[in-house]
T-cell receptor, first 116, second 113 residues
Framework: ETGVTQTPRHLVMGMTNKKSLKCEQHLGHNAMYWYKQSAKKPLELMFVYSLEERVENNSVPSRFSPECPNSSHLFLHLHTLQPEDSALYLC???????????????FGPGTRLTVL | KQEVTQIPAALSVPEGENLVLNCSFTDSAIYNLQWFRQDPGKGLTSLLLIQSSQREQTSGRLNASLDKSSGRSTLYIAASQPGDSATYLCAVRSNTGGFKTIFGAGTRLFVKA
């Protein structure tokens, strides 16, 4: 596989479920990102990892828990979500960061999450 | 708390026209500002990145300016083409107690052939 892949592509879960979103990049990048895109709100950058260390956390509720075990994989663990968390979750990767300067990002197709 | 506003929300212009998209932010203590485009059903493409110490950046037909004191950035597109049709997003990054990035709601641009 090439580029950035995300699984699953679609996910429906109840508010008491625990699920995880997975992102994998095959580009040799060392920075990865989680974004949330809701229908009626601006795009939100949730987390940024550089060399497996979290370098940006944009006040995301603790029911979203990111994990970056290595530079190729990024997870978003979900638990006790609310219906308003329903959105498209996008993963991206880039080659390096320099402080708050994020180089060109390559995006995955996203996971469409619906919380019932 | 930083707030980012983009005006207009939508814009339709004939091909060949020069146009300006606006982005305003409430807290001038920014680290950098970045313009992106998003095509329907796709991720973001980075267009221009302006560091807080810079006034403008140019790439081809695009020119972005930054005026921190007034909390404004503009994206100028020269000689617009139908392929420029997309949503343009402005993202403001600050470094107060850690990096934070706030996006505007975007301007949806349609360039008519």
């Amino acid at each position: 596989e090439t580029g950035v892949t995300q699984t699953p592509r679609h996910l429906v879960m109840g508010m008491t479920n625990k699920k995880s979103l997975k992102c994998e990049q095959h580009l040799g990048h060392n920075a990865m990102y989680w974004y949330k895109q809701s229908a009626k709100k601006p795009l939100e950058l949730m987390f940024v990892y550089s060399l497996e260390e979290r370098v940006e956390n944009n006040s995301v509720p603790s029911r979203f828990s990111p994990e970056c075990p290595n530079s190729s994989h990024l997870f978003l663990h979900l638990h006790t979500l609310q219906p308003e968390d329903s959105a498209l979750y996008l993963c991206a990767s880039s080659q390096g960061t320099s402080g708050g300067t994020y180089n060109e990002q390559f995006f995955g197709p996203g996971t469409r999450l619906t919380v019932l | 708390k930083q707030e980012v506003t983009q005006i207009p929300a939508a814009l339709s212009v004939p091909e060949g026209e020069n146009l300006v998209l606006n982005c305003s932010f409430t807290d001038s203590a920014i680290y950098n500002l970045q313009w992106f485009r998003q095509d329907p059903g796709k991720g973001l493409t980075s267009l221009l990145l302006i560091q807080s110490s810079q006034r403008e950046q140019t790439s081809g037909r695009l020119n972005a300016s930054l005026d921190k004191s007034s909390g404004r950035s503009t994206l100028y597109i020269a000689a617009s083409q139908p392929g420029d049709s997309a949503t343009y997003l402005c993202a403001v990054r600050s470094n107060t107690g850690g990096f934070k990035t706030i996006f505007g709601a975007g301007t949806r641009l349609f360039v008519k052939a």
